[in-house]
């Protein structure tokens, strides 16, 4: 089992339980949206959907799933591929440079997005 310092959680299971629990999350979010959007919503209901501080929260709940859910997702891949014994010495620097790049990206989309959903 690798452990590392970038894992999200302290163990496999606490990874697969974010994994499962932040995919249960978009679906419900993605699900509604897709609902609103079939029953013929037009502009000014859909912005004053956005405008409720439930609809806000329930974004920005959708929003941390995702950016969780991609983690766990990218540091297993970045673990499984981007390794020593693959690439040799650079292996491991890296991956160290991938799941941070990716963590940048991750944070500045998260702080975006926050943005965005409380900004009116």
């Known amino acids: 089992m690798v452990t590392s310092v970038t ?3 302290r ?3 606490y990874d697969w339980f974010v994994q499962r629990a932040s995919a249960v999350i978009l679906l419900t979010y993605f699900l509604f949206l897709g609902w609103t959007l079939v029953s013929g919503v ?3 209901a859909w912005k004053a959907l ?3 501080t439930w609809m ?3 974004s920005l709940l959708a929003l941390i799933s995702l950016c969780a859910h991609a983690w766990v997702g990218l540091w ?3 673990t499984d591929y ?3 014994r ?3 010495a650079p292996g491991s620097v890296l991956r160290l440079s991938a799941e941070a790049i990716s963590a940048l990206i991750m944070f500045t989309y998260l702080i975006w997005g926050i943005q965005i959903l409380w900004s009116s």
Do not use: M, P
């Open 76 to 78: 297993t891949v970045f």
């Open 7 to 9: 894992s999200f959680g």
């Open 50 to 52: 956005f405008q409720q």
């Open 42 to 44: 037009d502009y000014s």
């Open 56 to 58: 806000r929260v329930f």
């Open 86 to 88: 693959l690439l040799g």
């Open 82 to 84: 981007l390794t020593q």
């Open 11 to 13: 163990s496999g299971l």
